[in-house]
């Protein structure tokens, strides 16, 4: 009757007649009221007696925020027919209630809404930082209130605190209290207004689609809202977007900064946002503690308190180095005088003794950058050996060299360098400091008058060694340091802190690779602002997405050098400057993957990495069959483009050794290969080879079939010439659906699919024979790829090779995406179907990047091809190509990467599999070994081409490349070199499992 009662009240004095469904709410009455035409409303009963005071605060803050900052997406109050915003309406009961009305927002709140990016915390600070704007002159009686949740008056918590029964939890509110008290004179030095005073996670609201961004939709509630300074309003809100995020610094960072975007911070206001939000936590969980005590039975009191006391206990933020941070991100000086330093050091640029003895102005700059560097040849792990050599290539005689600052490198290979459980997480990588490489014993000499702050001995594989830091003053007082690292640690037992460096002495030298870490003698010099958070690691290497903090904390230290900073500051290729070359001088079919492409300029095994430095994990690349950058492969490479690089009118023993190694791992039939430049041209000579033996032209091919881009592959690969645009199916070609048991015409749970699969063919050779072209042949992926990784039932291949056979055609196995030991437990594709085809071809994946493919087939269908034409291919089988793929072939056997494959793919099949039954989106995984799919479906089981589409960029996004196939291009396609490890197998499933936590909640 509750209902119906509302319903009638809104109708009678709204005008509005709407269907009401109850909200949740603590005291109050809340409804979702909804018209004829979707429009929705909130109709708010309050509780009887409640104060009129608190309900007309409210109505008038919001009004008043429509009024000043109409674009803020807050709900607006709806009058009364009668003009008036709050009612006095009495309830089924006969009490009388304070009623009113607000438009529904759109979207649901933050609590729920996934994934919480930096982009969409920015929008909430932006959006807090308007409605302050906008409250900054209301005002109300009521917001002089007194009560619990006022964070003024947080010092109530401190005679509280014995209700803190575990110690050390005790111990950790008694410091937040502490550090409370200390704050509280500069707080209520601030001006107070009017705040909201309770943004948390349940009165954001955020609305998009699953393929739209994140937006804030709405800020809701307004029943906490008192007077207070406006920081007060950013830190609570700071308390709920910290909780259980997985880089708290990071979202803490963007909230504040798109506060200050909105309503500029003073930097003593930044400062007081990590105690702030420390104390409304400790609020939070002193209050819950004593509800508990008055509710026993209630288990959500104290269950609301983990992820609270998870970021007070788990949090090993440093305070400084934060409060620098949140600086940064505003565009503020990192430290108080931090301008006055840098003013003063352009000032004196020119006037410092120089570092290494000499002026530096023509010293020769050395690039090692991921882009223009191959140092190391393994980004994960580099032996002393090669440290000790790094940048030999810029040795001149002993001659000074210089590496840049800003230069993200990929010699940063310790774990320690790591920002996450993955070789593919986060890592630092930019260099921030200035490197002098010189002999070992060069001595230097102090730039300035400095203090020696720190002098110790980093023993760590490839640290520091020796190093000291120098603390310098301007002649205002401000301090700023200079870090050397990498020195000779005979220095350390005649330097110690508090010992004074004037400008121009002799103080260190240049340590050799046994004492300065491991390296190649050279100096890392460093300016940092500050020591705060980095005393114990001073990191010379930063972030790529963290430089906004790196570069304000550590500036460029070229002024000290005597040199311009441009000169010492490296400036990667600008992606962007690449996709708009790309665009004006390349074919605009000429796709690329992923909304946000990405700049990958060096790569090893299964990883690849962006101009930054950043790591991805390569999921779906299977051309790099053994791997990017195989050390065997560039020694073979190298070593045949010294000697000769002809073709196969002149003998050479790489020809036959490769033919030799290709055949071995052929059934006995196959005599006689083909080398051509890619499995286009293997297809397309397959055809030509097909036709000379059959004397017909007639191809029966599964729909979606890919074989390349040539015009005669083309007109088998339904995938293209069936495409909008496209050329349209040949005469002389016949499509048969794909033995695609999952969502095809026979299902799984039929044991005779595979036949009637295969009894497909019978029409479409009748019809070839009608139109008079006959049976040349049949040709298939064997697994179906492009189709959308599929695995055709067992006996289907063998079943259609029969009736192909018994119609005169041939049988032609692609095996460019199955074949050489993908499969794990097989070879080729051919072998788990237990067939024998004519023809294999053979693809990129056997130059594991150099252009290369291989036609293997029987001596009776090449001798039918050989009629007097010269068949020629300039580079197929070329002598580079010819040591290039046997090469690919031994290594897939020294290296036991078939093995690879079956262990790491029935790993990641597994893991897959058990997403399947936690996730409705997943229709299907299928595949064998490391050739995989994950079918996405709707909820009516349709094919969910916009959640593919979202899952791969997400993948993207978390520093993981997949793609994405079939009709309806909604299947996942997993299939990456075959040295992937079984961390990165349950990278891949981790992060799957929450893109698809995402896609449900929304």
Same mark, same amino acid.
């Given at each position: 009757?509750? !209902? ?35 429009? @929705? ?24 925020? $429509? ?18 915003? !709050? ?6 009961? &006969? ?22 990016? =930096? ?20 005002? /109300? ?108 610094? $990071? ?24 105690? !702030? ?60 005088? $931090? ?22 102005? @023509? ?142 002495? %002799? ?19 460093? !300016?940092?602002?500050?020591?705060? @958070? ?46 708009? +070359? ?5 074919? +605009? ?23 930054? +430095? ?7 690349? *299977? ?21 000769? *690089?002809? *073709? ?54 599964? =729909?979606? &079939?890919? /074989?390349? *881009? ?39 749970? =039929? ?63 692609? %095996? ?36 290369? +493919? ?72 299928? &595949? ?14 349709? %094919? ?18 997949? &793609? ?18 079984? =961390? ?19």
């Amino acid at each position: 009757m509750t !209902l119906a009662h509302w319903a009638a009240a809104l109708e009678e004095h709204w005008g509005i007649k709407a269907e009401l469904s109850r909200l949740d709410g603590e005291y109050d009455l809340n409804f979702l009221a909804r018209d004829a035409h979707s429009q @929705g409303y909130i109709l708010k009963a309050m509780r009887p007696g409640c104060e009129t005071w608190l309900v007309d605060m409210q109505v008038k803050a919001f009004e008043h925020i $429509a009024a000043r900052q109409p674009d803020l997406p807050c709900p607006r109050v709806i009058a009364s027919a009668d003009g008036r915003s !709050l009612l006095t309406l009495p309830d089924e009961n &006969g009490q009388d209630r304070l009623v009113w009305l607000l438009n529904q927002l759109p979207g649901r709140c933050y609590a729920k809404a996934a994934p919480k990016s =930096d982009a969409l915390i920015h929008e909430i600070g932006e959006v807090l930082g308007g409605s302050a704007k906008a409250l900054s002159d209301f005002r /109300h009686e009521g917001l002089e209130r007194d009560f619990k949740w006022d964070l003024m008056r947080a010092g109530w918590i401190r005679d509280q605190l014995p209700c803190i029964t575990d110690p050390s939890r005790r111990s950790l509110l008694e410091e937040i209290s502490e550090d409370f008290a200390k704050l509280e004179p500069a707080l209520a030095a601030l001006p107070n207004q009017a705040i909201h005073n309770d943004a948390n996670d349940y009165n954001i609201m955020v609305a998009g689609e699953l393929g739209e961004p994140r937006r804030v939709s709405g800020l809701i509630d307004l029943g906490d809202m008192c007077a207070a300074p406006r920081i007060c309003d950013l830190a609570i809100a700071a308390a709920y977007i910290v909780l259980d995020h997985p880089a708290p610094e $990071a979202a803490l960072a963007a909230l504040v900064a798109g506060y200050h975007a909105a309503s500029p911070l003073t930097p003593a206001e930044v400062d007081m946002v990590c105690p !702030l939000l420390r104390t409304r936590l400790a609020v939070s969980v002193v209050n819950s503690t004593l509800m508990a005590a008055e509710n026993p039975d209630d288990p959500y009191v104290t269950i609301s308190q983990a992820p609270a006391w998870r970021f007070l206990e788990g949090n090993t933020l440093h305070g400084g180095l934060l409060t620098a941070r949140l600086r940064a991100a505003c565009g503020l000086p990192v430290v108080d005088g $931090a301008g006055r330093v840098m003013a003063w050091l352009e000032q004196e640029r020119g006037n410092f003794a120089p570092l290494m003895g000499q002026d530096l102005a @023509g010293a020769p700059m050395g690039s090692l950058s991921v882009e223009h560097s191959t140092w190391p040849q393994n980004p994960f792990q580099m032996p002393l050996e090669e440290a000790a050599r790094v940048g030999e290539e810029f040795e001149d005689n002993g001659r000074i060299w210089m590496g840049y600052y800003n230069e993200p490198r990929l010699i940063y290979t310790d774990a320690a360098f790591r920002r996450g459980p993955w070789k593919a997480s986060n890592r630092r990588s930019v260099h921030l400091a200035v490197d002098a490489f010189a002999p070992a014993g060069t001595p230097m000499f102090a730039p300035l008058r400095g203090e020696v702050y720190a002098a110790e001995y980093r023993d760590g594989h490839l640290d520091y060694g020796g190093v000291i830091i120098l603390r310098h003053e301007t002649p205002e007082g401000d301090s700023f340091y200079t870090l050397y690292g990498h020195l000779d640690p005979e220095c350390l037992n005649r330097l110690k802190p508090g010992d004074v460096m004037e400008k121009g002495e %002799e103080f260190c030298r240049l340590g050799d690779p046994g004492q300065n870490g491991g390296w190649a003698p050279h100096v890392h010099f460093q !300016l940092a602002l500050t020591t705060e @958070g980095i005393e114990a690691d001073w990191p010379g290497v930063g972030d790529p997405d963290e430089m906004y903090l790196w570069q304000s904390l550590c500036p460029n230290p070229a002024a000290l050098l005597n040199l311009p900073d441009e000169k010492v500051r490296y400036r990667p290729t600008s992606k962007e400057d690449v996709l708009a +070359g790309r665009r004006a001088h390349f074919g +605009g079919n000429l796709s690329l993957t992923y909304k946000d492409p990405v700049m990958l300029v060096r790569g090893w095994k299964h990883h690849m990495f962006d101009e930054w +430095g950043r790591p991805y994990l390569d999921a779906y690349n *299977n051309v790099p069959h053994v791997g990017h950058a195989h050390p065997r492969i560039q020694a073979v490479a190298a070593d045949q483009l010294k000697r000769m *690089n002809s *073709n196969t009118r002149y003998l050479h023993p790489a020809q036959t050794a490769f033919a030799e190694k290709v055949l071995s791992k052929l059934p006995d039939r196959f005599e006689v290969c083909f080398f051509v430049n890619s499995g286009t041209e293997a297809n397309e000579l397959a055809l030509r080879l097909a036709r000379a033996h059959t004397g017909a032209k007639g191809m029966v091919t599964p =729909d979606h &079939g890919y /074989h390349g *881009n040539t015009t005669g592959a083309i007109d088998i690969s339904a995938y293209k010439f069936n495409k909008p645009g496209g050329v349209g199916q040949a005469d002389w070609v016949e499509l048969v659906e794909v033995a695609d048991d999952y969502r095809g015409s026979f299902r799984r749970g =039929d044991p005779d699919r595979a036949q009637k699969f295969a009894d497909l063919v019978d029409p479409a050779i009748a019809r070839l024979r009608e139109k008079g072209h006959g049976v040349a042949g049949f040709i298939a992926e064997t697994f179906p790829s492009v189709g959308g990784q599929i695995i055709p039932p067992k006996g289907y291949l063998p079943a259609v090779y029969d009736k192909i056979r018994a119609a005169g055609g041939v049988c032609i196995a692609d %095996e460019v995406q199955t074949g050489l030991g993908r499969l794990g437990e097989y070879y080729f594709g051919f072998e788990h179907q237990g067939a024998l085809p004519d023809i294999i071809v053979m693809g990129k994946p056997i130059g594991n990047g150099h252009p290369l +493919g291989v036609l293997a087939t029987t001596k009776e269908i090449a001798a039918s091809f050989d009629n007097g034409i010269e068949f020629f291919s300039t580079f197929g089988g070329s002598t580079l190509s010819c040591r290039i793929g046997k090469e690919v072939l031994d290594i897939v056997d020294d290296e036991s990467l078939q093995e690879n494959a079956r262990v790491v793919g029935a790993q990641l099949f597994g893991g897959l599999k058990a997403l399947e039954g936690k996730h409705a989106c997943i229709g299907d995984v299928r &595949g064998m070994g490391l050739f995989l799919g994950v079918e996405l479906i709707n909820p009516d089981g349709s %094919e969910a081409t916009e959640i593919c589409s979202y899952v791969k960029n997400r993948m993207r996004d978390h520093r993981i490349l997949i &793609g994405s196939e079939g009709p309806k291009d909604n299947i996942l396609k997993i299939r990456p070199p075959l040295t992937i490890e079984p =961390d990165d197998a349950d990278m891949i499933t981790s992060v799957l499992d929450e893109i698809l936590r995402e896609v449900a909640a929304v």
